[in-house]
């Protein structure tokens, strides 16, 4: 059964408790191994192999000079790409118009010996 007023029955309590000092000091760096000790406690989520290395790439390109490089070398391998694929489609395109050439001038040699 519950008291009809529970703050009198609390009243000795509450004077020895209101009464009482604490005279004792903090060890050094209290309140850093608190929060280390919370660090710890908290669960640690895991984050995909992808977002870390999203954040680090974008941690990175923060810094200008690094940013710059990292564009230059994206513009030169693009003209680099490009390059290589012009080579490529111009020698089918050489190739193709030296088999019409031929065809043109001796249409009824075999373009293909």
Do not use: C
Not at 18 to 30: I, Y
Not at 39 to 60: G, N, Y
């Amino acid at each position: 059964m519950k008291a009809e007023n529970p703050m009198q029955s609390d009243e000795p309590l509450r004077q020895v408790l209101h009464k009482w000092k604490v005279d004792a000091k903090l060890p050094p760096r209290f309140q850093e191994q608190v929060w280390r000790r919370i660090e710890r406690s908290e669960p640690q989520v895991q984050v995909p192999a992808w977002m870390l290395l999203f954040h680090r790439l974008t941690a990175a390109l923060a810094r200008p000079s690094l940013a710059v490089s990292y564009v230059t070398i994206l513009l030169l391998a693009g003209l680099l790409a490009g390059y290589w694929q012009v080579r490529i489609a111009r020698a089918h395109n050489d190739e193709a118009l030296s088999s019409r050439y031929v065809q043109m001038v001796a249409p009824f040699q075999n373009p293909h010996r």
